[in-house]
């Protein structure tokens, strides 16, 4: 916990908070100033919008300990506001409010726009509330409240202030504070997770269907049975992944280990089991595994399939490598596939490159990179190489 | 949807947040907030401690200085918006600045902290590598200067290492014969970009420098950009744009889907058009 | 243009018809309102779930820290609770049970597996993630057509496939068969999130004192969720209260039993503290129930002047994996087929239905219900139609519409149209946007390369349909009289109690119009009382735009009794024949002067030794029911018209110009009903271009932001230019007729064909919702590369 001094609407609080509560839940439920509403927590909706230090800012992503000594008002503190009565009878009467939940916060923006706009333009007003969704009344009305009370304003000789009155650099509400941090450092309850040889790694691993695959082509000058033969060295196989750790002896058919992989701030680690196939007639094999990051509760599967085709007259191979996976959980539901996509291409990218290498005799020590912060050294020497390469959906790879 | 728990620390200057960050790997600086506060809420982000520089009034400069822009990472995008930082860009940097998500976001989100956080779709990302800005980066080490085309290296993937922050941005000044166009396309305002075009072309020195952002890994950076505009670029290059070439880049970054690449393309040219217009 | 009022209030500006300012508006406005998670009760403590990451999984074990063995509870410790069972007595109908915390399967991603108690939210989503859940994932039923192939992974393994219900409904298709023309799609709506600013949320406490739980909850049917709580905890409704306080937005979201309210009524009678959980915007994305998905394969038979023949179609709608409480899962696809002909003639249909279960959150009815997908599938198809004939398209909808002079009109689904003149609706539409100009304009294209379009839609919304229509269904929630209670307060006030509730719909101002018109008393004076089962007549609550039609309809009858029994004491104070005053503005007139209320209430209370010997012993408090003359519902009906421009390389599409012509019947405020309509516009536009939750094979959905699942804002919606006709209910009181959820019907239809319109000369044609940049682009390519193949 630590002790929060700020000033919510003209009165100095101090409050003891985790570091972690943000602001609207500090005015919530440390200060029961309830008029401040959570839409989403996430920075999209506007219905969280307080002023800090008199420009409008969201609460949900702001951290109380970060306001510390910021003058912060909320909806409540606009009860007498000059701007704010001339809003809330705009308001009424043009019915620009129904169910009254995004209220508290489309008034603080539009509050913010009657003062910096010069003139009721409305698409300027459309863009300027563009921040705070209101879900019942169309916008129609709060965009004519808005417009009428600049347009009386501005009539009544009432100059606009360009940046609503702000003159100093830097994030609104920063800079008020003495440096400092936990001043009863207690130690954050964390999750401790057991390790995945604690008999999680699953006993058997379900065959699947991938929901991306991609794909890659390189040859070796080496002669098949060669590169064959390489392929059953399961633990040499493992160390050309980036960010995978064994945490058992391999067997021939089965390998136990963790997979760390990191999108940007986002870690995981996912736990789990490998079986291993391979046909020796068709110089092809197969690597599926499953695995489970506990913390975000995200489990993911993919498989390795790899062909073998012998070039000039067999004394080198094309190596054609189908990497698919599929991934549940909450972070295969961050909305961006796309960024995802970027990590699996680079991450198989990096693999063959490792692969590749790994063949020619490098030892595994010397390119199993940790995390695969590394990457991006190699994968432009690699695009280059890249024959064919796409993301399909929802067919076996 | 609450954060997992963490330590905050406000140190009390560069050298000590630098300390703090080289002291405890898992930490996160936070400025602003705005990209990484909807992480924390989400628990996608779990760092154990939490090193808020949001208060370092060395990170709240913007000066001229010769004749380049340095702005501190804390500036804030409201700030370049509303003009309280000086301009070398005839007005190019506001104009993207005004359009970056909200303006409650904009209030608190830093120039820093947008591009630590290497977010393809973001906008400083592309906006200023078409500018030709460069990035300060300081450790306990020291610091060191890169290009921004050199920063982002994938997808929320910067060229930041361990124990190192973003300290300042420098923008060159733009030449008064330089034209600048910037499009986006975003399915609503305020989002996310799916295609960022950004364009500074002078013709008077024939040369230009193209950037085609947006696209899931780090954007396409063309400084030598003759070839889009058949070979050369001068005064009538609206005319001579060659979509054909801007679609090989893509391709050549490794954006299979013919779909996508038509939409960047399109919005490429759009920039390009403002250029000119 | 609207008729002149002509009701008694007329000149006092507060009665039926009055433009007047809402009494809700000023704590909302000051940060006063209260939702449910403003409740502030002593010891509470906070909840959050463990819910399933898989769709469709076997539990093999739940492992919770040692140190939180108090904190959590799974299905293992809970007995005596039975699962939610919305069952339809429709013939076919297969039962889903729906658990209060998953045993043995989950069967959908978000399901609640385990709930954890702590002082805080932070605190128990800490504890949440220390929970490990085992889990054998099984595949997925991810989509909806998939599922009914033999041999697809099944939701309810004992049903033996995959479908809820199966309806058919036939006149005499072979009738149409040989029209000349004949055009036959397949269309589709995405799967949507109602997304209301506020989520769900429960704070639960038992008082011992009244051996009674309460339960404030989010809620727009606080009856029907006792009911349902009742059954499931095996409880004395007696014993239950539920108290739906300030409600931030429904539209659908809030009209279902929860299994996170029979949790937490659980909860607080286990741990004898109060709980509370406030839902989340990525468990209400994730994993609250969702609506829209619609698939149609649909052929339109008609003539070449564009008469129709008929319509075949078979409609799919997934309904997700478990049926939910009271709606069931068979209500929105069994609909389609009696919707789907709208205020069409036809001499032949066929629609064959499906509701089928997937892996993927229960189907609630939103806004305009399957409405919205009707329009769509049948809008569109009237303008290939049109394209056929050489029409256009606004001709097509003429030659076919109910005409004025048939109504009362039974459709070919032997739907009552009550009244109104669809045809003039759409005329006044198609004037409106000009067609004729935006023809010319098209014909010289623009300069910026977009491509502008115009497209029309039209659609009538029954609402506050009753017993005689939902008797059929058979579902667990049969409409019947609508109660109000009308209470004079000993100093002249007027207290109402309704069991209807309102969340944003402005029903605290309008039903005190209502009561205005009837009794003259000024609205000021006027309290609406909503959303306590404790106190308020049972309802089956706000949902079907019923609430101003049935509550409207009740407060007007119960008003009417108390006037009644008021203008008998008042003749008595004034010494005149009961027969010979009146009730007039508040007051008992007769020929020698006149008697207030408030001085016939301080009667009544105050000095009953003033009363008449034989006064109404029933006093100045009145319960009344209503029921329209005929509760088949009524028929409201828009015809919409848009202008779009679309850009064929970037697929963004702006609106330029939005028509609404709507006619509600006669309108109690129009100054709510305008909101209304646009509210409802701004969602119509979120399903044409926007809203979106997709999923991938595994069952995952895949928007779990507002970043990902866009509502629209004030930038995406334009200002509508509305126009109002209005031809009176003859079955309801006052005329009134419900239109709470038409504004969300024709937008998407409308819009999409406006774009198609932009967009047809380049062989494009946009048959599923929404219309995103991505899929315009992939169409216009797909378009010219067909077209070079062809060269």
Redesign the interface.
């Known amino acids: 916990m630590n002790s929060i001094a700020l000033n919510v609407n003209r009165r100095a609080v101090e409050v003891l908070a985790e570091p972690r509560t943000s602001l609207a839940d500090f005015v919530r439920d440390k200060l029961d100033l309830t008029g401040t509403h959570l839409g989403c927590e996430h920075g999209v909706c506007g219905a969280c919008t307080v002023l800090l230090d008199g420009v409008p800012a969201r609460s949900c992503i702001t951290y109380a300990v970060a306001c510390e000594g910021a003058d912060i008002t909320t909806i409540e503190g606009l009860d007498e506001d000059e701007v704010t009565v001339e809003l809330r009878a705009a308001f009424t009467r043009e019915h620009a409010l129904q169910c009254g939940y995004c209220t508290p916060g489309m008034l603080v923006s539009a509050r913010d726009l009657v003062l910096r706009l010069p003139d009721a333009d409305e698409r300027r007003i459309r863009v300027g509330l563009s921040g705070n969704l209101c879900r019942c009344t169309g916008y129609v009305g709060i965009v004519r409240a808005v417009q009428s009370v600049i347009e009386t304003r501005r009539a009544r000789n009432i100059a606009p202030q360009p940046g609503g009155g702000r003159t100093i650099l830097g994030p609104a509400g920063s800079g008020w504070a003495a440096p400092g941090g936990n001043e009863q450092p207690l130690r954050p309850v964390r999750q401790e997770f057991a390790a995945a040889s604690d008999g999680i790694a699953p006993a058997v691993i379900p065959d699947f269907t991938p929901a991306t695959v991609l794909e890659q082509r390189f040859t070796l000058p080496y002669a098949p049975a060669k590169v064959f033969a390489m392929f059953d060295d399961i633990a040499g196989i493992a160390a050309c992944l980036p960010g995978v750790s064994l945490t058992a002896p391999p067997s021939r058919e089965r390998v136990e280990g963790a997979i760390r992989v990191r999108l940007g701030p986002i870690a995981a680690v996912f736990e789990g089991a490998a079986r291993v196939e391979r046909d020796p007639a068709k110089l092809s094999g197969r690597i599926v595994g499953i695995g489970t990051d506990r913390r975000s509760r995200s489990a993911t599967q993919g498989e390795i399939r790899y062909r073998l085709l012998p070039i000039d007259d067999g004394t080198a191979t094309a190596v054609e490598l189908s990497i698919g996976y599929a991934l549940t959980g909450m972070l295969a539901q961050v909305g961006r596939p796309g960024l995802v996509r970027d990590l699996a291409r680079r991450l198989v990218a990096d693999f063959a490159d490792n692969l590749d290498r790994h063949m020619s005799g490098a030892s595994p020590g010397q390119l199993a990179p940790a995390e695969l912060s590394g990457w991006s050294i190699v994968s432009d020497i690699l695009r280059a190489r890249v024959a064919r390469f796409f993301g399909r959906r929802g067919e076996p790879g | 949807m609450k954060p997992a728990p963490f330590f905050y620390e406000r140190p009390r200057d560069l050298n000590a947040a630098l300390a703090m960050l080289a002291a405890n790997g898992s930490a996160k600086i936070i400025a602003g907030g705005q990209s990484l506060g909807p992480m924390l809420n989400l628990r996608l982000v779990q760092p154990e401690l939490v090193v808020d520089i949001s208060g370092l009034a060395d990170l709240k400069r913007a000066e001229i200085c010769g004749d380049e822009l340095v702005l501190g990472a804390l500036v804030t995008h409201a700030d370049i918006e509303d003009g309280r930082t000086p301009d070398v860009t005839c007005g190019a940097m506001r104009g993207v600045a005004a359009n970056i998500a909200y303006r409650a976001v904009r209030n608190r989100g830093t120039i820093g902290g947008s591009l630590s956080h290497a977010d393809p779709a973001a906008d400083w990302v592309s906006a200023l590598a078409a500018l030709g800005a460069r990035l300060t980066l300081r450790s306990l080490a020291g610091a060191r200067t890169l290009a921004i085309e050199a920063f982002v290296v994938g997808a929320l993937e910067s060229a930041l290492q361990a124990g190192e922050i973003v300290e300042a941005i420098h923008v060159p000044a733009r030449a008064g014969s330089a034209h600048w166009g910037y499009a986006k396309s975003c399915r609503k305002t305020g989002e996310f970009a799916h295609a960022i075009g950004a364009v500074l072309v002078d013709p008077a020195a024939a040369t230009a420098r193209i950037v085609i952002g947006a696209i899931d890994t780090p954007p396409i950076v063309v400084t030598d950009a003759g070839e889009l505009f058949g070979g050369r670029v001068a005064a009538d290059y609206k005319q001579r744009f060659d979509a054909r070439v801007a679609d090989i880049l893509l391709v050549k970054a490794g954006i299979g889907d013919a779909v996508q690449r038509h939409i960047h393309v399109s919005v490429l040219k759009r920039a390009v058009h403002e250029a000119a217009a | 243009m609207r008729s002149e009022r002509k009701f008694p209030s007329g000149g006092s500006g507060q009665g039926v018809g009055a433009r007047l300012?809402?009494k809700?508006?000023?704590?909302?406005?000051?940060?006063?309102?209260?939702?449910v998670?403003?409740i502030?009760v002593v010891g509470l403590q906070d909840v959050a779930f463990v819910r399933s990451?898989?769709?469709h999984a076997r539990i093999r074990g739940i492992d919770v820290p040692e140190r939180y063995r108090g904190n959590v509870f799974t299905a293992a410790d809970i007995s005596g609770v039975s699962p939610i069972r919305a069952i339809s007595a429709l013939p076919g109908f297969k039962i889903s049970e729906q658990p209060m915390l998953a045993s043995g399967k989950v069967r959908q991603?978000g399901e609640l597996v385990a709930m954890c108690v702590a002082p805080?939210?932070?605190?128990a989503?800490?504890i949440a993630?220390?929970v490990?859940?085992?889990l054998e994932?099984l595949p997925a039923v991810y989509d909806m057509l998939k599922a009914r192939d033999p041999g697809s992974a099944l939701v309810h393994e004992h049903w033996g496939d995959n479908v809820f219900l199966e309806t058919n409904y036939e006149v005499d298709i072979s009738a149409a068969l040989d029209a000349p023309i004949k055009v036959t799609r397949e269309i589709s709506t995405a799967r949507q999130c109602m997304?209301?600013?506020?989520g769900r949320g429960v704070v639960a406490s038992f008082d011992g004192r009244l051996d009674q739980l309460t339960l404030h909850s989010a809620a727009q049917m606080p009856h029907i969720t006792r009911s349902g709580l009742a059954e499931c905890l095996g409880m004395e409704e007696g014993r239950i209260r539920v108290i739906s306080p300030?409600?931030?937005?429904?539209?659908g979201h809030k009209g279902i039993l929860l299994p996170e309210e029979v949790c937490l009524s659980w909860l607080t009678m286990r741990c004898g503290h109060p709980v509370r959980w406030i839902e989340?915007?990525?468990e209400h994305l994730?994993a609250s129930s969702n609506c829209r998905e619609h698939h149609y394969r649909i052929t339109v038979y008609a003539d070449r002047d564009g008469t129709l023949r008929g319509i075949d179609c078979e409609a799919t709608v997934d309904s997700g994996a478990y049926s939910s409480y009271p709606f069931s899962a068979c209500l929105e696809a069994a609909q389609v087929a009696s919707i789907l002909p709208g205020p069409y003639r036809m001499p032949a249909y066929r629609c064959r239905t499906f509701s089928v279960a997937t892996n993927k959150c229960p189907i609630l009815p939103y806004r305009g219900v399957a409405r919205t997908g009707v329009c769509f599938a049948l809008e569109l198809m009237l303008d290939l139609v049109a394209a056929e004939t050489g029409l256009e398209p606004g001709e097509v909808r003429l030659r076919n519409l109910v005409r004025p002079e048939q109504m009362p009109f039974d459709n070919i689904t032997r739907k009552h149209f009550d009244s109104g003149d669809y045809p003039q609706a759409m005329r006044r539409a198609l004037a409106a946007v000009d067609v004729a100009a935006v023809r010319a304009k098209q014909s010289q294209g623009e300069a910026d390369g977009r491509r502008i379009g115009v497209g029309v839609s039209i659609y009538c919304e029954q609402a506050a349909h009753g017993t005689s229509v939902y008797a059929g269904w058979g579902i667990p929630m049969v409409p019947g009289h609508e109660q109000a209670s009308a209470r004079l307060t000993p100093d002249g006030g007027l207290e109402l109690r309704v069991g209807v509730h309102s969340?944003?719909?402005?029903m605290e101002t309008t039903l005190a119009q209502v009561a205005h018109e009837m009794l003259g008393i000024d609205v000021a004076k006027v309290r609406i009382i909503l959303g306590d089962t404790a106190m308020t007549p049972y309802s089956t609550g706000t949902w079907g735009s019923r609430s101003m039609v049935m509550a409207g309809g009740a407060v007007a009858a119960a008003c009417r009794e108390l006037g009644e029994r008021a203008r008998r004491i008042g003749a008595k104070l004034l010494q005149h024949d009961p027969a010979s005053v009146v009730l007039q503005n508040g007051e008992v007139r007769g020929v020698n002067g006149s008697v207030s209320l408030q001085a016939i209430a301080h009667t009544w209370y105050r000095r009953p030794q003033d009363l008449p010997a034989d006064v109404d012993p029933g006093g100045l408090e009145v319960t009344q029911g209503y029921k329209p003359v005929r509760d088949s519902g009524t028929f409201s009906y828009a015809a919409h018209a848009a202008v779009v421009a679309v850009?064929p390389?970037?697929?963004?599409i702006e609106i330029l110009d939005y028509v609404i012509v709507e006619d509600g019947g006669v309108l109690v405020n129009p100054?709510?009903v305008?909101?209304q309509?646009?509210?409802?516009?701004?969602?119509g536009i979120g399903t044409a271009l926007?809203e979106e939750m997709p999923f991938?094979?595994?069952g995952?959905?895949?928007?779990?932001?507002?970043?990902?699942?866009?509502?629209?804002?004030?930038?995406?919606?334009p200002?509508?230019r509305l126009d109002h006709m209005e031809t009176p209910s003859p079955y309801t009181q006052f005329g009134v007729k419900g239109i709470g959820e038409g504004?969300a019907i024709a937008p998407p239809a409308a819009i999409a064909n406006a774009v198609n319109d932009a967009l047809r000369p380049l062989g494009v044609e946009m048959m599923q919702s929404p219309i995103?940049?991505?899929r315009v682009?992939?169409a216009v390519?797909a378009a010219r590369a067909a077209e070079r193949n062809a060269a």
Do not use: C, W
């Open positions: 300012p809402r809700e508006d000023d704590r909302l406005m000051r940060g006063r309102g209260q939702f998670a403003d502030r990451p898989l769709a991603v805080t939210r932070a605190e989503e800490d993630a220390s490990t859940l085992d994932e997304s209301p600013l506020e300030d409600v931030g937005g429904g539209f989340d915007r990525r994730v969340h944003g719909q402005g850009d390389d970037v697929g963004e100054m709510v305008d909101g309509i646009y509210g409802g516009l701004a969602q926007y991938d094979t595994s995952q959905p895949l928007a779990t932001t507002l970043a990902d699942y866009l509502l629209p804002g004030a930038t995406e919606v200002t509508a504004g995103t940049p991505r682009v992939e390519l």
